[in-house]
Structures are given as structure tokens and as C-alpha cells.
């Protein structure tokens, strides 16, 4: 069976720290893609990044960053310089390549960021 | 790009009430639909997914069910509320390569 692990319910940090939201996820399959969205209050979830099972180079997009790593099942995601408008929920995410390519998701991580 | 329209944004319904929540999507053609529902302060939890026009496939049993009865079009219905039913329900939609999801903006139902 397939499985996302978000350990971390809350975070809470000061503005300009760097945070990261950890996810650990479980699945036999060889290929698969993982995700991170985000929730901001309003509620409508945000596509972030996409990675596939067979690329594990980390990815920096701006403030962002994600680190893949195969050997621990890990999936983590970096805020750097965190912001006011950083403060959401955000979750990982698994999907197959089976099934109608469903998502599932991790139970999210709460991100509080205070000026 | 894809839209998602849904609606309403708010609802509250009396337990035994029926449901019907509509989803309809913009630019593009035979997506994969999806029904996830939130609970408050919880998970997305996989209600329900199509993979074409009448093929619904249930994730977990329950007192919903839901149809596609055109192309861009998912229904997530009931025939009688229930106080567990309450949550934020939200479509997504995605082609048929494993990109991420585009979302609707969810509709928040409240059974009392």
C-alpha cells in the first residue's frame, strides 16, 4: 500500500528563517512522481513541483528548494527566507503510474510565518 | 491551461438532505476527475475518480457516490447527509500523463 508521512503538524517561524517541511512516503512501485502543493487560507490547493522516480537531482525554484532522496524515501521541501505570504498548508503527495493516476496525499503541514 | 469551476463555495444542509455538488472543467478535453474531501484541519482524503465519461471508480464506501455524465463534467451526490459528511470537497483535474493536479476552489459543506 501506498503512504505519505507529514510528521510535522505546525511550524512556526519568524520572518527571513529558512524552514523545512518534511515527507516521508512508502510504495513498492519502481515508478512513481511526487508533489508538493500548497493551501493558502482561501483554500484552493497550488501545484508546486512535480518529481519522477528516476530523478533524483534537487530542485531550487527561487525561495524554494526540494531534495529527493530515494535511499530514505524522502521528499523535502525548503522555504529559504520565509515570508508573511509563505503561511499555508502544504502538502505531499504520491502518485502511481497505475490506477487512474490517482494522488495521495500526506496529512499536511501547517506553516505559520510571523513578521 | 485547465479551470475548474465549482459550486457553491458555501453550503450548509440539514442532516437527510440530499447533495449534489457539481465540478466543471475548462481547456481541456477527457481529463481524470477527482473528489477529495477534507476534514477540518486534516488530510485530502480520495473520494472518488473517473477516467472517462460514466466510469467512476469509489475509494472508500460511503453514504456518497458520484457520476461523470459528460466529458468535463463530475457530480459528487447523496441521497441522505450525514453529520460525517461535512468537510471541503474538492475536484482536480489532470490529463492523462501524471502531472499535478489543477483544483477547484472547493465548496465548504457544513451537514447540521
Known amino acids: 500500500a501506498q503512504k505519505v508521512t507529514q510528521a510535522q503538524t505546525e511550524i512556526s517561524v519568524v520572518e527571513k528563517e529558512d524552514v523545512t517541511l518534511d515527507c516521508v512516503y512508502e510504495?513498492?512501485?519502481?515508478?512513481?512522481?511526487l508533489f508538493w502543493y500548497k493551501q493558502p487560507p482561501s483554500g484552493e490547493l497550488v501545484f508546486l513541483i512535480r518529481r519522477n522516480s528516476f530523478d533524483e537531482q534537487n530542485e531550487i525554484s527561487g525561495r524554494y528548494s526540494w531534495n529527493f532522496q530515494k535511499s530514505t524515501s524522502s521528499f523535502n521541501f525548503t522555504i529559504t527566507a520565509s515570508q508573511v505570504v509563505d503561511s499555508a498548508v502544504y502538502f505531499c503527495a504520491l502518485s502511481l503510474n497505475t490506477g487512474g493516476f490517482k494522488t495521495i496525499f500526506g496529512a499536511g503541514t501547517r506553516l505559520f510565518v510571523k513578521a | 491551461s485547465q479551470t475548474i469551476h465549482q459550486w457553491p463555495a458555501t453550503l450548509v444542509q440539514p442532516v437527510g438532505s440530499p447533495l449534489s455538488l457539481e465540478c466543471t472543467v475548462e481547456?481541456?478535453?477527457?481529463?481524470?476527475l477527482y473528489w477529495y474531501r477534507q476534514a477540518a484541519g486534516r488530510g485530502l482524503q480520495l473520494l472518488f475518480y473517473s477516467v472517462g465519461i460514466g466510469q467512476i471508480s469509489s475509494e472508500v464506501p460511503q453514504n456518497l457516490s458520484a457520476s461523470r455524465p459528460q466529458d468535463r463534467q463530475f457530480i459528487l451526490s447523496s441521497k441522505k447527509l450525514l453529520l460525517s459528511d461535512s468537510g471541503f470537497y474538492l475536484c482536480?483535474?489532470?490529463?492523462?500523463?501524471?502531472?499535478?493536479?489543477?483544483f477547484g476552489s472547493g465548496t465548504r459543506l457544513t451537514v447540521v
Open positions: 481547456g481541456t478535453s477527457n481529463p481524470n
Open positions: 510504495t513498492r512501485d519502481t515508478t512513481y512522481y
Open positions: 482536480a483535474s489532470r490529463k492523462d500523463r501524471p502531472y499535478g493536479y489543477t
